[in-house]
């Protein structure tokens, strides 16, 4: 027996030791790729030598005696920190996913070849004015002189995840960062999406007034009433019922309610304390680890820039220099329509036209992929954009037969200069020259918030289609593509997009609210991102006769929902402090401890306080009762509750209340019978997932900010160290917005917010500040890939500052790049 434990005892230890080398010898692969800050280097392609002073934060500072040297400074740092981010949207870009990942993501691939994005991008850098052309290639050069340190002195193939994920890792291109560009087009457009819903809800719902309800328009002057989709389109049947699509791997297309967002303001002179112009800007986009975010100063032949950009596009997309700040929120421009094409019955390689059938323009694409045999698919275009397959965006289910859906979008052009007008942006010294130089923007499409010496402005910048006022649909539901009354007509001259130049009151400002008020086909868009941050923005900002750098952040922090406010009082207006008394620990007395909670809060949505889970779980279960027996599986489609249409049922407004009776009931349901039922539904809800001791709950155990690693993120034991998770105040509608992600066991997880914040003063510029949400390195390994989590998270900054000395101080390495 002694022999055997010895034995036991020796194979025991034997496998501690086994663990134990494998994880140091996993622990120096991986660590082999960290980055070394403080060195020379010689590198080939630049004229001069470039500096390289990382500040504390690990924000780097680029200094050479010319632009282009600049440029490949950047190109280096972003291959340095994010350089398997930058591959992997390369690779989402290209449609070349599976080459790495396999099966799984297959249907990301098949539809970004479809859109073409990548083959557009090669086709529009002969586009670029020769400023851009030169940053472009000197960006692809730092990175690239990366890779060859890379490969030359064996740094762990530059991250991690290239150990698990093994692929050939092909140069810099300069079309590579323009297709960049691009993918976030795409990840901040959602009008297909919600064209298709709007079908498939008007064929469920014949009364145009309940339709006005759940797809409600932002409260204004009225819109004209629209034609039911049927009508549009004959032979779709009035049931369209489809199953659950599963979000592919990797897929840069957002689920509905997740597309752009984000805050911008503007204070002239005028209105400031200090007589300085002051600009607050947060562009929302979905968490990830890293954030999409990296922040640098580059040091140009104009002056110093420095702000937020994203690894793989040599710009700063948002920021300041020492004359002029700009921000950025999503416009909500609908660039996007569907068309429905006919096919011609004897050749169905052939659709219908205005001129009659015409053949499809098509191409073959082979999808290379992991461990199995590629796949060859057949690209077709109409006239109208690139053809969709019914299986995609539940383009079946309001597609009759015979026919085909095809998409168009502003994107899908071959003369993209947005990367020009990004590039120009950082030169421009006045808000006359910003806005000058971004008339070639094409897509995305933005609002531009402008801060200079002079004055303020906003402007949506990104190009407008023309359609035919005789639209039949006015672009809000698929259309007949064969109609030439349906079709774009090119594009609005720059002109016609709206813009707010030195305004009387000296504020500019957009939550991705309504802008305009013109009537189509110059509407900008039906669909609105924001109908309630407006409302407490505005409050905020008339508030003070004149703002400051510090108000500008509680503005920017502010955790309020006028949602909140507004609905609580009409849905428990006939539940508060009614009923009779109850014993402890009965629905009824969870109901009436809710609604004392209820009464007694404020609105603020911190992350300390029970009241704002309570309230989130009462109107999500509220608003599924309400629709869920008229629309059926199609409910599960309206992930996130929409206040202007529970205020609309609760004040009756058009009939609304009529969603309050359950159909399949005998009885006749009100609107205090369903609040009630509901209100009951959330708390035994939160009673199994969180407790039942409702004074004890707490908003931000919920609403936890998922930066979650894009592949790393589900692997078992390996996520917990990749995934950066915190509690966090806001959401749906608060300034601090906190975009929950409404479906799942975990609904109120915050997964779409501030990547980025930056507050600029230019009474001082340097007393200016910023923040990222995650850190600036990729590498989960580094000190610098959560480090700025926790600041972000409880509202700090770091200095924005462009004092080429205080960068110095305290720094956390200098690079000096010297030519080879």
Known sequence: MAQVFRWLFRLTTAALVLAVLAVVAVYYLASRSLPEYNKTLQVAGITSDVEIIRDNSNVPHIFAASDRD????????????????????????????????GARTLETDKLLRRLDLYPLAVQSVQYQDARTLDALESYAAGVNARLEEINRDSLGRGAPEFFLFDAPIAPWQPADSIAIVKLMALQLSGYLGDEVL??????????????ADILPDVPGPAIAALPDYASLVPGVPRFTDAPPLQHAALMPVPPRGLAGASNAWAAAPSRAAANGALLANDPHLGFTAPTIWYLARLELSSGGVIGGGIPGIPALMVGRSEQMGWGLTSSYLDDQDVFIEELSTENPEEYRTPDGFKPFVTRKSIIQIKDTAPVTMTLRWTDNGPVLPGTQFDLGTITPPGHVAALAWTALTPRDTSMSAAIGLMFARTVDDALETTKTYIAPSQNLTLAGPDKIALKLIGAMPRRDANHQSQGRLPSLGWMAQNRWQGMLPASANPEFIAPAGGIVGNTNNKIVDRPFPLHVSFE?????RIQRWRR?????????????????????????RTLLPLIGRDLWFTGQAAAEGTPERQRQKALDLLANWNGEMNEHLPEPLIYAAWLKFLQDRLIRDDLGPLAGEFTHVEPLFIERVFRDIDGASAWCDIIRSAAVESCTDVARLALDDAVVWLGETY????????????HQATHDHPVLGEVPLLRYFVNIRQPTSGGDQTLLRGRTRGTGPDPFQNVHGAGYRGVYDFADPDSSVFISSTGQSGHFLSRHYDDLGLLWRRGEYIPMSLD?????????????LVRD
């Open 70 to 101: 600049v440029f490949f400074g950047l190109g280096y740092v972003h291959a340095q920190d994010r350089l398997w981010q930058m591959m992997l949207m390369r690779r989402t870009a290209q449609g070349r996913l599976s080459e790495m990942f």
């Open 198 to 211: 709007r079908a498939r809800t008007s064929l469920l719902l014949p009364d145009a007034n309940r339709l």
């Open 528 to 532: 609105w991102g924001d109908s309630q």
């Open 540 to 564: 905020m900002m008339q508030g003070r006769q004149v703002h400051t750098r510090d108000s500008f952040i509680e503005v920017q922090l502010d955790t309020v929902s006028t949602a909140a």
């Open 691 to 702: 407790g039942t001791a409702l004074e004890s709950l707490r908003w931000g155990e919920a």
């Open 804 to 816: 080429r000395d205080l960068a110095r101080a305290a720094s956390v390495g200098i690079t000096r």
